[in-house]
């Protein structure tokens, strides 16, 4: 056995169990910070959606929206009525020339591509106005959940998203739901 661990330098030759116990030792001095780094490691998580329909100020910022939607939809439902009754003259107009009936066609095909364009416009607003406050909420609610994170702990806080979105968590143990104070962080800093 004497050849089986040869010495290169002349120095006393180590075991095999010398060095497994060696080998044990140094792992166990590399995986226990970690392990005890890992314990330390608090995640959360936040409903961003439900803190911006908890809110104060976005309830306020969501009845404003549908109050934007509701006066374009009137604008809307009053113009489509004004088309109606323009069907309804042509449909009843027995007593209209040829060129009257083709004249009121032709200001009905107009009142319909302005219908249609302007119903266009108001969902492009409604969008860009809907696309703009989500951008601004949720810089604050990211600011909010930032204070709480930092509050208590928490080294990662993730998006719960949800079915109306991209649902990104699947499952979190109860208690790990921060929602609740960070709406009560939000309507703190933003009244």
Not at 17 to 32: D, E, G, R
Not at 164 to 180: E, F, H, P
Request: one cysteine or more; aromatic letters at 8%.
């Amino acid at each position: 056995m004497k050849g089986f661990y040869p010495s290169f330098s002349g120095q006393p030759r180590l075991s095999v169990p010398l060095i497994l116990a060696w080998t044990l030792l140094c792992s166990v001095f590399l995986i226990v910070p970690h392990a005890l780094a890992a314990k330390a490691f608090k995640v959360g998580i936040v409903d961003p959606q439900a803190v911006f329909e908890k809110s104060k100020a976005g309830q306020r910022a969501l009845a404003t929206l549908k109050e934007h939607a509701t006066v374009r939809q009137k604008l809307l439902a009053s113009t489509e009525k004004e088309l109606k009754k323009l069907e309804e003259e042509l449909r009843n107009g027995t007593g209209l020339t040829e060129t009257d009936k083709q004249a009121k066609q032709e200001h009905l095909r107009q009142k319909v591509q302005e219908y249609q364009r302007r119903g266009q416009e108001f969902q492009q607003e409604l969008g860009q106005k809907q696309k703009d406050m989500v951008s601004e909420y949720m810089k604050k609610i990211e600011s909010a959940t930032k204070a709480i994170a930092e509050k208590h702990g928490f080294s990662l806080i993730m998006d719960k998203g949800s079915d109306a979105t991209l649902k990104i968590v699947l499952y979190s143990r109860q208690g790990l739901d921060i929602t609740n104070e960070v709406v009560k962080e939000f309507d703190r800093r933003f009244p």
